[in-house]
């Protein structure tokens, strides 16, 4: 047998994990669908498990048909799900193009601009200038409006990589949800026997981790779009304005800490823009002020008993731990960083605790872990 020498080994080992890296980024669509899979593998095994147990006569389904119903319950649930909401979402992009922008923006310009004085605009970078060219001027080359005309090209694009992305995701989460340990299985491949007992024991602990995260993080979306959309309705909104309001503020919920005020300036701008014939002083500004109200309400709500549920109880993480990974990760990353930050820091965690675990830093932020 011929013995390969530490520096050797250490350098082969330094080439394959290159290697290995090269191969993920070449094949990330692939990898991406795989992951998707999984994370879809994870909300609905408890499912499977569910209809396992219904007795059909004398008989138990069996595993196979129980993965086919827990995924085909799944996709109508999403697409009934978006079948009553996309209806609600056109009807509401033929209304707002109805109006004119420019209305719009004259409606909120004055009393925008005496906000932009008090915080120290002079009057004289105003002068000549009207509110449209002031936001063109400033955020013209960060949103990029002269590329706007290759929207619907891009779109024309998507929607086949959609299709392929469907029913590659429907096939893999369908063999995944049927063999739960099948994803297991192929990354114990690609691990030496030394390291089997560990990785074994690292992807059964993310497994009830990431389970908890998604699942709480989807209620999370869910109760924010509601409650938004209550709340909505309540102070005046109509109800299909109140509904595409509420599913904007719960999808951007999604982006940590950023994600609410994005939400609730794009619900503001449709609550302008569906009321631009009424007077503003008199109305609007009112009806603004209540929207403001319960988007504050609904993100309080969300921050004491949603998030800490989600993020710190489910993930076994400390809430100021949980904030700087999310920051630091938004810094690295941006937006898709903050949304991925939870994630993977998980996982950074469980495999540092396996494999590091005499070190004091490793021991301070797994010691919840179990």
């Known amino acids: 047998m011929i013995k390969i020498q530490g520096s050797t080994r ?84 033929q209304e707002l193009s109805a109006v004119n922008l420019k209305s719009v923006i004259n409606e909120i310009e004055e009393p925008v601009e005496k906000v932009m004085s008090f915080l ?24 990029g409006f002269a590329q706007l ?13 959609l299709l392929v992305a469907f029913f590659s995701v429907s096939f893999i989460t369908y063999f995944f949800l049927s063999e739960e340990n099948l994803f297991k299985k192929i990354i114990l491949v690609f691990v030496p026997l030394s390291y089997e007992g560990k990785t074994s024991k690292i992807l059964a602990s993310v497994s009830v981790l990431l389970k908890r995260y998604f699942i709480g993080l989807l209620a999370e979306v869910f109760m924010v779009g509601l409650l938004v959309t209550i709340g909505m309705v309540i102070i005046g909104i109509g109800f299909s304005h109140a509904v595409v309001i509420g599913l904007f503020c719960g999808l951007f919920n999604i982006i940590p800490y950023l994600g609410p005020w994005m939400g609730a300036l794009v619900g503001m701008f449709i609550g302008i823009a569906i009321n631009i014939h009424a007077d503003f002083m008199s109305y609007t500004l009112p009806l603004l002020g209540l929207m403001i109200i319960v988007f504050v309400l609904v993100q309080l709500l969300d921050n004491v008993l949603f998030q800490p549920l989600i993020y710190s109880s489910s993930v076994k993480a400390h809430p100021l731990e949980i904030f700087l990974v999310i920051m630091i990760a938004g810094t690295m990353a941006g937006i898709a960083g903050m949304i991925l930050a939870i ?15 005499n070190l004091k830093i490793v021991k301070a932020l797994t010691k919840n872990l179990g």
């Open 10 to 93: 250490n350098a082969l080992l330094v080439l394959g994990i290159v290697l290995s890296f090269f191969l993920i980024w070449y094949f990330r669509a692939i990898v991406s669908y795989i992951l998707i899979s999984v994370v879809l593998s994870l909300i609905g095994r408890p499912l499977v498990r569910l209809i396992q147990r219904l007795k059909l006569g004398r008989f138990y389904p069996p595993k196979g048909l129980a993965a086919f119903l827990a995924l085909v319950a799944m996709w109508f649930l999403f697409i009934g799900f978006f079948s009553f909401l996309i209806p609600l979402v056109m009807n509401e992009f």
């Open 120 to 143: 120290g605009f002079q009057p004289a970078e105003m002068e000549n200038r009207n509110f449209l060219d002031i936001i063109k001027s400033q955020l013209g080359d960060k949103i």
């Open 149 to 161: 005309t290759n929207v619907f090209a891009f779109i024309a694009g998507a929607v086949g990589k």
């Open 343 to 357: 994630p993977v820091y998980t996982i950074l965690r469980v495999v540092a605790k396996e494999f590091m675990d």
